[in-house]
């Protein structure tokens, strides 16, 4: 098997900008928030109340439960929307009164952030051991492969060469 | 009697199983043939048992025999035939029951199927799948025992929660069940390689069909479960994030991330370690997932909780842990791969970090569902975490590994050349550009749309160039017409389109998750008869309330006409059901599915009178796409497991047609 | 097997452990971060016409009770406990108020004739003053002191010892 030194290095770097372009990608995705483009009363209403949990249901947000007290969460978000007040304000009244437990998401902070870190953490880790057990792979098998006899595998290289432009 | 009996019977099963794992372990270390025959004859022994315990429980729910507790549970006298049937798996102990009896049926088609070969590590592999079935028959005749009696005797039963009294559920937790315990071959196989010591990778052979059907049927059953919630739990959507649905996505994670990292072993005799460690860490995710549904740490739709049975499943699950890493740790040094590669960019890097994004999502899916958990272990506080999390978190990971898909099959095994890789990507590259800009031109704007849009547009690209690329060499070479040459293509490399298939119907579905959260549109408006509220090219108009009494309860319901343009599209029905025994309603939930958008409505609230309804209304653009990427996904499974007989009937039957 | 071997199955303690921790802990009960506070206000139209208030009812005692009629076994049980107790201790200088969230008036009146309650009674239109005190279920008790101040919340139906010892403790107190 003939070793192209030029061919590695570049291949090599196009493996490094594809975990860059990668890392890009989880990163952007992370941080995109879902910008409230349109100001509608509903939306905004909808968009905060998809935040707070349903206290008498599983698992499902305010906005999302059909149950009796869920309708009156929302009708209170939507006053205080009227109000003019923000999803932060809204947020600790409802916290004030249920405690962290009616945040759907947990709030970045404190140790909260091993929630939110880890998996990216966990993702770049990974990636950092794909990369070096491939590396070191790679130079087991340089380091077990027999060296061609140069004349030799300068005319395969050639052939090679026509083959793949033919 | 039948109590007394079927009890009798479990405790019988009980003892079988456990001989069968025994004696198959004594024969097998002192190589005696007799107790191995013995052993083989116990494990069908104990699916007649099985098989018997289940058709007295059955007998007893068909009959409406209430002296047993579990019949007076789970059913009514007026319940349909099919539903008495199905209320064995309505809660806990039948739910065992069903679990068991897929269990030592798997257990005893994998002894008939492969004794005659494999002796090595045959007795092994019967011995781990009879020890699972022991475990679930003690749960059962000590914690949970189905024939439980009650007195006095009620005049009728509790009947199934009105929401399980569908065809669903005559189909959703079989899906499921028989996902969790195929995965349990492919495990006993492992663990019996590495008891044995036989490490070749034989076993990954044996067991690729069950691992591959275990994975359709789970995939099967979390699409099914998906599309139940949308259709009939009424509040619009089809995956919460809640802690058992996530229990049944994390097996499946690492069952993928295991479908494709054994590819490599396959082929370059690679990463042993790794993918016994992915086998026991799916079959322990099953089991967790049975704990947490069992054990009520954990507050959930799903969950049916009851007694010390969630310590024994908790104890089984350390059992299972510490046994199959302590075995691999035990085996390392013998595992250790003379892994090669000439290239860091190669196909077999794609697949391990294809392996990376998938067990980092379970991860994440994982570290979600217990950190309430354990916030309150160290913090000693209560938080929730839900949707909007798993959403912002799952999102860009999914992305990735749709990137993956594409990427993947394009480069190389080995090696990846610039010149393969600029010829191989050049062409779907250009695809997926001029595809998303065309959808920027047509006013997509949003960020995440056209990445999701771009990465599909690039898989899809090379899913189809790849096909159509072979088959016209293919075609060029026989002479065959195209589809001729398509089918051929299939027959032959079965694995490889097979594969592309499930990728292309993986892209489908998540273009459908991807624009239907995207492009949601929802209203709620309160109405009263005669108004109607506009929505996207809609109206739909509120008619009025009507009610009506149902066999077994009081539905009241909303006329509604929908009318896009200047026709009427159709009549809609969304509805309140009420039941004697339940507190609150259930939703009836009425919806327009269309191949391109769902016009989805809900009745919140109404007036007694009739004088005015709040009504919900949604938009769901291509949620139909969803299930038709599960549809695909099976089409490509079963192109890829079909066995050859069959596929080789129908390509003579194709060549026997006039050329 | 080298110890460092021996980490790979010893990983999966920690976890098993966390999970048997899960066994202590109670998924559907919510801590309420109003206890020590100050307790909401409220001011509520009774079923039987009157008005009621926290800021009237300020140097007393008070059992605040959030109850419906749909709320069986629970409300049932506690209800004659409740009437008892008022009757025992309104002399003494106890307030108790009852609270009927999400119910239909027919029925609330009905689950109020039932069990004879002599102490106010008040449905809560909008739910506003159930959020106010963070109710997720009923039912819930509140016990709050002379000073305004929730000593105590207690979710589900109420025991007599449990409601005696916390009565006796209320007037007690300052």
């Known amino acids: 098997?003939?070793?192209?030194?030029?061919?590695?290095?570049?291949?090599?770097?196009?493996?490094?900008?594809?975990?860059?372009?990668?890392?890009?990608?989880?990163?952007?995705?992370?941080?995109?928030?879902?910008?409230?483009?349109?100001?509608?009363?509903?939306?905004?209403?909808?968009?905060?109340?998809?935040?707070?949990?349903?206290?008498?249901?599983?698992?499902?947000?305010?906005?999302?439960?059909?149950?009796?007290l869920a309708k009156e969460m929302r009708n209170l978000v939507r006053e205080q929307v009227q109000q003019g007040k923000s999803r932060e304000e809204i947020q600790a009244y409802f916290v004030s009164r249920y405690g962290e437990y009616v945040l759907l998401s947990p709030p970045k902070r404190g140790f909260n952030l091993l929630v939110w870190g880890l998996p990216f953490l966990a993702i770049v880790v990974g990636g950092g051991v794909v990369y070096l057990v491939a590396r070191r792979w790679t130079e087991q098998a340089s380091a077990n492969r027999p060296v061609a006899d140069p004349a030799y595998a300068e005319r395969v290289r050639r052939e090679l060469k026509d083959r793949e432009q033919g | 009697m039948i109590p007394t009996l079927g009890h009798f019977v479990l405790f019988l099963a009980l003892g079988m199983s456990l001989y069968a794992a025994g004696a198959a372990v004594y024969g097998a270390r002192l190589g005696r043939?007799?107790?191995?025959?013995?052993?083989?004859?116990?494990?069908?022994?104990?699916?007649?048992?099985?098989?018997?315990?289940?058709?007295?429980?059955?007998?007893?729910?068909?009959?409406?025999?209430?002296?047993?507790?579990?019949?007076?549970?789970?059913?009514?006298?007026?319940?349909?035939?099919?539903?008495?049937?199905?209320?064995?798996?309505?809660?806990?102990?039948?739910?065992i029951l069903l679990w068991v009896w897929l269990q030592s049926l798997f257990s005893a088609l994998v002894v008939a199927r492969y004794s005659d070969r494999h002796q090595a590590v045959m007795p092994y592999v019967q011995a781990v799948l009879q020890a699972i079935c022991a475990f679930f028959l003690l749960v059962m005749t000590f914690a949970a025992n189905p024939f439980a009696t009650v007195f006095p005797v009620p005049p009728d039963g509790r009947g199934l929660n009105p929401l399980l009294e569908v065809t669903d559920m005559l189909i959703h937790p079989l899906l499921l069940y028989l996902g969790y315990v195929g995965f349990s071959v492919p495990f006993a196989f492992a663990m019996a390689a590495l008891i044995t010591g036989r490490l070749s990778g034989e076993w990954l052979k044996n067991t690729r069909r069950w691992t591959v059907v275990a994975w359709l049927f789970l995939t099967g059953g979390i699409f099914y479960g998906g599309w139940w919630s949308y259709r009939t739990l009424g509040w619009g959507g089809y995956w919460a994030w809640d802690p058992v649905e996530n229990a049944s996505f994390m097996p499946w994670l690492t069952g993928t991330a295991f479908i494709h990292s054994v590819m490599i072993q396959e082929r370059k005799g690679m990463l042993?370690?790794?993918?016994?460690?992915?086998?026991?860490?799916?079959?322990?995710?099953?089991?967790?997932?049975?704990?947490?549904?069992?054990?009520?740490?954990?507050?959930?739709?799903?969950?049916?909780?009851?007694?010390?049975?969630?310590?024994?499943?908790?104890?089984?699950?350390?059992?299972?842990?510490?046994?199959?890493?302590?075995?691999?740790?035990?085996?390392?040094?013998?595992?250790?791969?003379?892994?090669?590669?000439?290239?860091?960019?190669?196909?077999?890097?794609?697949?391990?970090?294809?392996?990376?994004?998938?067990?980092?999502?379970?991860?994440?899916?994982?570290?979600?569902?217990?950190?309430?958990?354990?916030?309150?272990?160290?913090?000693?506080?209560?938080?929730?975490?839900?949707?909007?999390?798993?959403?912002?978190?799952?999102?860009?990971?999914?992305?990735?590994?749709?990137?993956?898909?594409?990427?993947?099959?394009?480069?190389?095994?080995?090696?990846?050349?610039?010149n393969n890789l600029r010829r191989n990507f050049l062409k779907p590259a250009a695809a997926a550009v001029s595809g998303t800009a065309l959808l920027w031109a047509l006013g997509v704007r949003q960020t995440e749309a056209l990445l999701a849009f771009f990465c599909c547009f690039f898989v899809v690209s090379t899913i189809a160039l790849e096909f159509w690329a072979a088959t016209r060499?293919?075609?060029?070479?026989?002479?065959?017409?195209?589809?001729?040459?398509?089918?051929?293509?299939?027959?032959?490399?079965?694995?490889?389109?097979?594969?592309?298939?499930?990728?292309?119907?993986?892209?489908?579905?998540?273009?459908?998750?991807?624009?239907?959260?995207?492009?949601?549109?929802?209203?709620?408006?309160?109405?009263?008869?005669?108004?109607?509220?506009?929505?996207?090219?809609?109206?739909v108009r509120f008619n009025d309330l009507q009610a009506g009494e149902r066999p077994t309860h009081i539905l009241v319901w909303a006329n509604l006409t929908v009318i896009k343009g200047n026709t009427v599209l159709t009549e809609l029905r969304p509805g309140q059901r009420f039941y004697p025994n339940q507190q609150t309603p259930f939703a009836s939930v009425d919806a327009r599915y269309h191949w391109n958008e769902d016009l989805y409505t809900i009745l919140s609230t109404f007036e007694r009178d009739g004088s005015s309804a709040t009504i919900k209304v949604m938009i769901n653009p291509m949620m139909a796409w969803i299930w038709i990427g599960g549809g695909v996904i099976l089409l490509g499974v079963l192109v890829a497991v079909l066995p050859e007989r069959r596929l080789a009937m129908l390509t003579a039957r194709a060549k026997a047609q006039p050329a | 097997m080298s110890w460092k071997k021996l980490l790979i199955p010893l990983a999966s303690v920690p976890l098993i452990l966390l999970l048997a921790y899960g066994f202590r802990t109670d998924p559907k009960a919510i801590p309420s971060p109003l206890v020590q506070k100050a307790a909401p206000d409220f001011r509520l139209k009774a079923f039987d016409g009157g008005e009621v208030s926290l800021a009237e009812l300020k140097g007393k005692p008070l059992v605040l009770n959030f109850w419906a009629s749909w709320?069986?076994?629970?409300?049932?049980?506690?209800?004659?406990?409740?009437?008892?107790?008022?009757?025992?201790?309104?002399?003494?200088?106890?307030?108790?108020?009852?609270?009927?969230?999400?119910?239909?008036?027919?029925?609330?009146?009905?689950?109020?004739?039932?069990?004879g309650f002599t102490f106010p009674n008040a449905p809560d239109p909008g739910s506003k003053v159930s959020i106010d005190y963070g109710v997720y279920g009923v039912p819930e008790t509140f016990f709050i002191d002379r000073q305004g101040r929730i000593v105590y919340k207690h979710v589900g139906a109420l025991t007599p010892e449990f409601v005696e010892a916390q009565v006796q403790s209320l007037l007690k107190g300052k």
Request: proline content about 3%; charged content about 15%.
């Open chain 1, 1 to 68: 098997m003939i070793r192209r030194r030029g061919t590695c290095a570049s291949v090599r770097r196009t493996a490094r900008a594809l975990m860059v372009g990668v890392a890009l990608l989880l990163w952007s995705g992370a941080t995109n928030v879902h910008a409230a483009t349109n100001f509608d009363l509903e939306d905004r209403v909808r968009e905060i109340a998809s935040e707070l949990r349903c206290v008498v249901c599983q698992n499902l947000s305010v906005a999302d439960s059909p149950s009796d």
């Open chain 2, 33 to 95: 043939e007799d107790w191995l025959a013995s052993s083989r004859n116990a494990v069908l022994a104990n699916l007649c048992l099985v098989t018997l315990a289940m058709f007295l429980l059955e007998y007893a729910l068909i009959t409406s025999d209430f002296s047993l507790r579990y019949v007076a549970n789970n059913s009514t006298r007026g319940s349909l035939t099919r539903y008495k049937i199905a209320g064995l798996w309505g809660s806990l102990e039948g739910s």
């Open chain 2, 272 to 418: 042993k370690v790794w993918n016994l460690v992915l086998i026991t860490l799916t079959f322990a995710l099953v089991i967790f997932g049975t704990f947490l549904t069992r054990s009520g740490i954990l507050g959930s739709v799903h969950a049916f909780a009851e007694g010390p049975v969630g310590m024994l499943f908790l104890g089984f699950l350390a059992l299972v842990l510490l046994f199959s890493l302590g075995l691999v740790a035990y085996r390392a040094d013998r595992l250790q791969g003379h892994g090669e590669l000439d290239s860091v960019v190669s196909r077999e890097s794609a697949f391990l970090l294809n392996n990376v994004v998938l067990i980092g999502i379970c991860f994440t899916v994982f570290l979600g569902t217990i950190f309430p958990l354990l916030t309150e272990a160290i913090r000693g506080a209560k938080i929730s975490v839900g949707m909007p999390y798993f959403n912002r978190v799952s999102v860009p990971l999914g992305m990735a590994l749709l990137l993956l898909m594409g990427i993947g099959p394009l480069i190389a095994w080995g090696r990846a050349s610039l």
């Open chain 2, 473 to 539: 060499t293919r075609a060029g070479a026989t002479g065959e017409g195209f589809l001729q040459a398509l089918a051929a293509l299939l027959l032959r490399s079965r694995r490889r389109y097979g594969g592309l298939i499930v990728h292309l119907g993986v892209v489908i579905a998540i273009i459908g998750i991807a624009v239907s959260s995207i492009y949601k549109v929802e209203h709620e408006v309160t109405l009263k008869p005669g108004e109607q509220i506009e929505i996207g090219p809609y109206s």
């Open chain 3, 71 to 115: 709320c069986y076994p629970a409300c049932y049980e506690e209800a004659p406990l409740l009437e008892a107790t008022w009757k025992k201790f309104k002399d003494q200088g106890l307030m108790m108020v009852g609270v009927d969230i999400q119910d239909k008036e027919a029925n609330a009146r009905e689950f109020l004739q039932r069990f």
